[in-house]
T-cell receptor, first 114, second 112 residues
Framework: EAEVAQSPRYKITEKSQAVAFWCDPI?????LYWYRQILGQGPELLVQ????????DSQLPKDRFSAERLKGVDSTLKIQPAELGDSAMYLC????????????FGPGTRLTVT | LAKTTQPISMDSYEGQEVNITCSHN???????ITWYQQFPSQGPRFIIQ???TKVTNEVASLFIPADRKSSTLSLPRVSLSDTAVYYC?????????????FGKGTMLLVSP
């Protein structure tokens, strides 16, 4: 069964450093999502791509976060500089299209900022 | 966006049927109701989705009354492995972008 791949699985970084996460969605999935999940809360959508275009980044802290999906396939989420409050699980999900019922989530990247 | 309200936690025993109710009083005409399951240190997993009446799959059933202001996820004969957080989401799924928003979910604990 095809799965969403994410790397790294765990990342520890110091405050003010740059950090990047990578996501490879299920082949053929046009829609890609990045979520942030703080312990004890539900996932919060950061950015949504339809192919290579951003369709929703209203919750993305653009002063420090950036996301790209250059060829409409894999995607990178970057934080620069990292802050203590960025410690969270970063989840990537994909869907065949924005209107489809299911989002398929990857295993996530656990970020700890010290 | 429709806001959802779920119990923070529920307890059950193996073999019992579990019903988790979600309230969504301001659900819009085009909104669907979707449930996800999440185990610790994993991403959420789609369980079921519906618009009205009843939907059943191999994992669960979803009951939606006529006014659609609430919905109930029913898990038949739960096992220890059903211990997880269950999220109820309400939003459009046929528009150009997803409007589904995760809340805090319901933590289900199944005991022997």
């Amino acid at each position: 069964e095809a799965e969403v791949a994410q790397s790294p699985r765990y990342k520890i970084t110091e405050k003010s450093q740059a950090v990047a996460f990578w996501c490879d969605p299920i082949s053929g999935h046009a829609t890609l999502y990045w979520y942030r999940q703080i312990l004890g809360q539900g996932p919060e959508l950061l950015v949504q791509f339809q192919d290579e275009s951003v369709v929703d980044d209203s919750q993305l802290p653009k002063d420090r976060f950036s996301a790209e999906r250059l060829k409409g396939v894999d995607s990178t989420l970057k934080i620069q500089p990292a802050e203590l409050g960025d410690s969270a699980m970063y989840l990537c999900a994909s869907s065949p299209s924005a209107g489809r019922r299911e989002q398929y989530f990857g295993p996530g990247t656990r970020l700890t900022v010290t | 966006l429709a806001k959802t309200t779920q119990p923070i936690s529920m307890d059950s025993y193996e073999g019992q049927e579990v019903n988790i109710t979600c309230s969504h009083n301001n659900i819009a005409t085009n909104d669907y109701i979707t449930w996800y399951q999440q185990f610790p240190s994993q991403g959420p997993r789609f369980i079921i989705q519906g618009y009205k009446t009843k939907v059943t799959n191999e994992v669960a059933s979803l009951f939606i009354p006529a006014d659609r202001k609430s919905s109930t996820l029913s898990l038949p004969r739960v096992s220890l492995s059903d211990t997880a957080v269950y999220y109820c989401l309400v939003g459009e799924v046929n528009s150009g972008y997803s409007t589904l928003t995760f809340g805090k979910g319901t933590m289900l604990l199944v005991s022997p």
